[in-house]
């Protein structure tokens, strides 16, 4: 949600002001274009502490007095984050009574110790005293820098902790999946301290308070009130299982934004979804988009191998199935399958649904509810595994897409939309009979 972010003050002291840990579950949404804050604490007039990623795309820690000395401590990793289909798991630790100063302040990703960075200043003092994050009568805020209107986180947050007193290592938070040697989520568990708290994002109240959007599930108490809410703030977009978004990546030029789901793409180019839908006998997936603004939208499914050719330049018309709002034709890799039909044309406030058989090699389509058309017959051998697509026409375009976590409000099935048969998702109309939602579950299950 644009611009949500989450507010606390402590009021009592801190367990042990030489030691904390921070740890979240992160998604990335919008394309870095600019600082987005994960948590910060303190005033920005100072002193403040930061957790951000930064506008190139780097995981940093920034502390304006060194956590309560002089000078600034500065740690930004030299790993860039891309991949906007996975989790990325941040941890990160402050122990000012270690003998070595840089063992004060260590960050992990995804259980990896950071131990490259870009910008690596240090200058934390043995047994420093922290006065921002955890600090008695300082502001804590997730999803934005402190007290000033900038700086807003774009992704989503899943299972985001402080912990007071401690300072541990990622194995309290997640932990390896055997099978797989993927780093996945466990159910936090730690000492919390006074001043600790756990957000699981589970309801949605704005107030401070338990059965909120920011209630507190340590058993501490410590809620946070949140801002700028909106209709629709949880999400089953999770760590354990993740929900199609647009891939920025293979923006070639625009915004996306509102946790990855908003794309306003350059005209003549393109932007693709983030999970790949396999050929497989059951692999059948149903999804949403909605047209925020403009008819030049070209909307449909592109082979994942050709995602180089995002842009008319490099032939992306000859390599999708698309369905072209202005018009209401229908282009199956280069040739009109389906003349123009002022039945198929759509625009600015038009909710289009598709259900794609990956078996079969079809893509039927759908407005506002009602069938209007369909391609079938790409060469799934050939082609075996697509993504979503927009392509832009002449004119500014925006499009929304809902794989089961809406950015947009649900009015369908009075206001609570609709699952799909395995209980994923929330869409505007009932999924058809054997389709799925977009998510890395079904994918698991259904995409053999």
């Not at 403040?48 to 995981?59: A, E, M, N, P, V």
């Not at 990703?109 to 043995?126: G, H, K, P, W, Y």
């Not at 009568?137 to 912990?163: C, H, I, N, W």
């Not at 229908?330 to 625009?347: E, H, I, K, L, P």
Request: hydrophobic content about 30%.
């Amino acid at each position: 949600m644009a611009k949500t972010y989450l507010t606390m003050t402590n009021d009592s002291a801190a367990t042990n002001s030489k030691k904390w840990t921070f740890s979240t579950w992160v998604k990335l949404g919008k394309k870095a274009s600019s600082n987005q804050t994960i948590v910060s604490a303190g005033t920005s007039s100072g002193p403040y502490t930061q957790i951000k990623i930064t506008s190139d795309d780097r995981l940093q820690v920034y502390s304006s007095n060194s956590f309560g000395g002089s000078g600034a401590t500065n740690l930004k990793s030299s790993r860039r984050l891309y991949d906007s289909a996975a989790w990325y798991h941040f941890v990160v630790a402050f122990d000012s009574t270690e003998g070595t100063q840089s063992n004060r302040l260590k960050m992990w990703i995804n259980n990896e110790q950071v131990t490259d960075f870009s910008t690596n200043t240090n200058a934390i003092a043995l047994n420093e005293d922290n006065d921002t994050m955890g600090a008695n009568a300082k502001l804590q805020v997730v999803g934005r820098f402190v007290d000033s209107d900038s700086e807003y986180f774009g992704g989503t947050l899943s299972q985001t902790a402080f912990v007071d007193g401690s300072a541990l290592t990622p194995s309290s938070f997640g932990q390896t999946n055997t099978a797989t040697g993927v780093w996945k989520v466990k159910s936090a568990g730690a000492t919390w301290g006074n001043n600790g708290w756990l957000l699981q994002y589970e309801d949605s109240g704005a107030s401070a308070a338990v059965d909120n959007f920011g209630s507190d599930s340590s058993g501490n108490g410590n809620h946070f009130a949140s801002n700028n809410l909106g209709s629709h703030p949880n999400t089953q977009n999770t760590p354990e299982n993740s929900f199609c978004q647009w891939n920025k990546i293979t923006q070639r030029g625009g915004s996306v934004s509102a946790n990855g789901l908003t794309e306003t793409t350059d005209d003549n180019n393109s932007i693709l979804g983030n999970i790949v839908m396999p050929n497989g006998s059951t692999s059948k997936y149903y999804w949403e988009i909605k047209i925020s603004a403009g008819n030049n939208n070209a909307v449909g499914i592109a082979p994942a191998s050709q995602s180089f050719r995002c842009s008319t330049t490099f032939g992306i018309n000859d390599f999708n199935i698309a369905w072209y709002g202005a018009d209401g034709r229908v282009f199956n890799f280069g040739t009109t399958s389906q003349a123009a039909d002022g039945g198929r044309q759509f625009g600015a406030g038009d909710i289009l649904g598709f259900r794609c058989d990956m078996n079969g090699g079809s893509v039927d389509m759908y407005k506002n509810g009602s069938a209007v058309g369909s391609a079938e017959g790409w060469n799934t051998t050939t082609y075996p595994n697509m993504v979503i697509m927009v392509r832009k026409g002449g004119s500014s375009n925006t499009t929304i897409l809902n794989a089961g976590c809406p950015d947009f409000t649900i009015t369908g099935n009075s206001g609570n939309g609709y699952s799909d048969a395995a209980g994923y998702g929330k869409f505007q109309y009932a999924v058809p009979t054997g389709y799925y939602a977009l998510c890395t579950a079904n994918v698991a299950a259904y995409g053999g």
